[in-house]
Nanobody
Framework: VQLQASGGGLVQTGGSLRLSCAASGRTFSSYNMGWFRQAPGKEREFVAAISWNGGSTSTADSVKGRFTISRDNAKNTAYLQMNSLKPEDTAVYYC???????????????????WGQGTQVTVSS
């Protein structure tokens, strides 16, 4: 499977961005999707995940109420809407696909086998 993340950029504190993750090469609608981020000098961390059918989502406490994950299975694309951005949200954002179909949402980095190339999000103060 190939994942292509896009939509990152430079934004001021309080601004918004929408990340997209386009998937190809497998049955997108069968697999959970996740967003993770990695800031300089820090480990990659969970941001949000969505179930294969979009019926369930999970969001990290640090972004709850500000970030929303969604997906459009007809377009083989997952999204991360980021509002009220803060400087501490600055990181490279990665989308990932869970390798096991029809599973409950998982939030651990090491269970995701397929990763996009990352897109940089920078929030200026």
């Amino acid at each position: 499977v190939q994942l292509q993340a896009s939509g990152g950029g430079l934004v001021q504190t309080g601004g918004s961005l929408r990340l997209s993750c386009a998937a190809s090469g497998r049955t997108f609608s069968s697999y959970n999707m996740g967003w993770f981020r990695q800031a300089p000098g820090k480990e990659r961390e969970f941001v949000a995940a969505i179930s294969w059918n979009g019926g369930s989502t999970s969001t990290a406490d640090s972004v709850k109420g500000r970030f929303t994950i969604s997906r459009d299975n007809a377009k083989n694309t997952a999204y991360l809407q980021m509002n009220s951005l803060k400087p501490e949200d600055t990181a490279v954002y990665y989308c990932a696909a869970d390798p096991i179909p029809y599973l409950s949402i998982r939030d651990k980095v090491n269970v995701y086998d397929y990763w996009g190339q990352g897109t940089q999000v920078t929030v200026s103060s």
